[in-house]
């Protein structure tokens, strides 16, 4: 059988009050660690809960598009470039209507000066 050796400290007054202030803050401490856990985990319960709710929501969103896209009618994409664009006469024209515009204003502003 093994033997108990026990082992007696002797502490002074004050120091045994110290230790026991010591012990009643690390208590306090451990406590308020225990509290703030606790209260991570009921956030974190809340977290998980909205999380499920979120995910329910987009899947009954991701069938409500696809139930749309169904119903709507496919639509042909045409990759023509209309003529206007293609010809580089419309931007001569447009340029020349900028310059008659331009001396049109210019004129104006002579005669307004004379």
Do not use: C, W
């Not at 012990?23 to 809340?46: C, H, P, V």
């Not at 909205?50 to 598009?65: C, E, P, R, Y």
């Not at 003529?83 to 310059?99: C, G, L, N, Q, R």
Request: glycine share 0%.
């Amino acid at each position: 059988m093994k033997e108990n050796n026990v082992i007696h400290i002797k502490f002074e007054y004050l120091e045994a009050i110290e230790a026991k202030k010591d012990i009643l803050q690390t208590e306090i401490s451990l406590l308020k660690i225990a509290k703030k856990i606790n209260a991570y985990q009921e956030l974190r319960k809340q977290e998980l809960k909205t999380k499920i709710k979120f995910l329910s929501k987009l899947k009954g969103t991701q069938a409500n598009i696809k139930k749309i896209q169904r119903n709507l009618p496919e639509i042909e994409i045409v990759k023509t470039i209309p003529a206007s664009i293609k010809t580089p006469k419309s931007k001569i024209t447009y340029d020349k209507d900028i310059e008659n515009e331009l001396r049109n204003i210019q004129a104006k502003l002579n005669t307004l000066q004379k």
